[in-house]
């Protein structure tokens, strides 16, 4: 049996004045999946969001969320009593539209960076300009060694998707950035 091991789980960083608040984020259900331009109407229809076709874009409707993250990929997200039924739904989909839908729920975690100060702390060790980054889009990248999926939820909000393996080494950096906005340096 795969027992989940989430030793962040509850931990938050806070920096005094509300400039910067990073906490773990609600768990969810996570997939990847693949599928060809023709899929993609149906596979968003299945899912419960129309699927962004840009790179980049994303989309959502209630509590799902879908990322384009290349030409035939996505990444959905939904909540965790919404598992069963996505993949009996996809399963169904495939005799008609072949994909690939993969559960990468356990492979992620999510840390979501909020406060004016938010862009800062990231760019400490990510490489976009996050100046150019709209609200509502995601994108692969990295932040010093791991990659990650980055969305931008408003203008002082983002969510950080990272493999578990790494998510102590990101965290162990934003906690580092706190303390640098903390005393200004």
Not at 153 to 163: H, N, T
Request: aromatic fraction near 6%; glycine fraction near 8%.
């Amino acid at each position: 049996m795969l027992q989940q091991y989430r030793p962040l789980d509850g931990s938050r960083i806070a920096v005094p004045d509300s400039v910067l608040g990073i906490e773990m984020a609600d768990d969810c259900t996570r997939f990847n999946l693949r599928i060809a331009g023709t899929g993609i109407a149906p596979a968003g229809k299945v899912f419960g969001v129309t699927l962004p076709k840009v790179i980049g874009q994303t989309a959502a409707s209630g509590d799902k969320l879908a990322l384009c993250l290349g030409p035939d990929e996505w990444q959905l997200m939904a909540p965790l009593d919404e598992r069963d039924r996505i993949e009996a739904a996809f399963a169904a989909l495939y005799a008609k539209v072949p994909h690939s839908l993969v559960d990468i729920s356990h492979r992620e975690v999510g840390i979501v960076v909020e406060g004016s100060a938010a862009a800062v702390a990231l760019c400490s060790a990510c490489p976009l300009d996050l100046d150019e980054m709209p609200v509502g889009a995601a994108t692969r990248t990295i932040f010093d060694k791991a990659q990650i999926v980055l969305i931008r939820q408003g203008r002082d909000s983002f969510r950080i998707e990272v493999w578990q393996s790494f998510a102590d080494h990101v965290w162990g950096i934003l906690q580092a950035a706190g303390r640098e906005i903390t005393l200004e340096i």
